[in-house]
């Protein structure tokens, strides 16, 4: 039956059948995307999505450090940005999530990244905060834009005071 068909005709049919197999991935990836996005973005979801992002985007950039020629103190270096954006993302879920049981597994995650945090840090004997105010308490006006570790601290102070 093959010997019937006009020559080249396996050069045409191969082409087809490959732009074939290699558009249907592409198509049904562009359905699912289209069929995962909502209709309509709320405004805690538009806040949701790009505080999330600023937490991922710092999370990488402190990621990235600079080898010290100490892979304790390297592995450190990397992991504690990486709880700490753990940290972050579960506070942004405490922020706008609504399920209970998400909202208690990312109290659950504040907690525990924070004593790995801590506990790497002493294995290696940094210091560590001894106190700071809940990460899901807002910062006052005048401290949102610093988050080290002293202020936090004289904020707690201040507060504890009263």
Known sequence: MLRSLKPGFGK????HLLLA???????????????TQPAAVTPDESAFLREN???MTKMM???????????DRD?????APHHQGAIDMAVIELRYGKNEQL????????????QEI??????IGEPVATSAPAPTQPYPASKQNQH??????????AGMKK
């Open 12 to 15: 045409v049919f191969g082409a």
């Open 103 to 114: 909202r208690r597994i990312a109290q659950e995650i504040i907690v525990d990244q924070q």
């Open 75 to 79: 592995f450190v270096a990397m992991m």
């Open 148 to 157: 080290d570790d002293a202020d936090m601290h004289m904020d707690m102070s």
């Open 118 to 123: 801590n506990a790497m840090k002493l294995a």
């Open 53 to 55: 992002e600023a937490a």
């Open 21 to 35: 197999f290699a558009v249907a991935p592409l198509v049904s990836a562009q359905e699912a995307h289209q069929a």
């Open 61 to 71: 950039n402190d990621m990235a450090a600079k080898p010290s020629g100490d892979i």
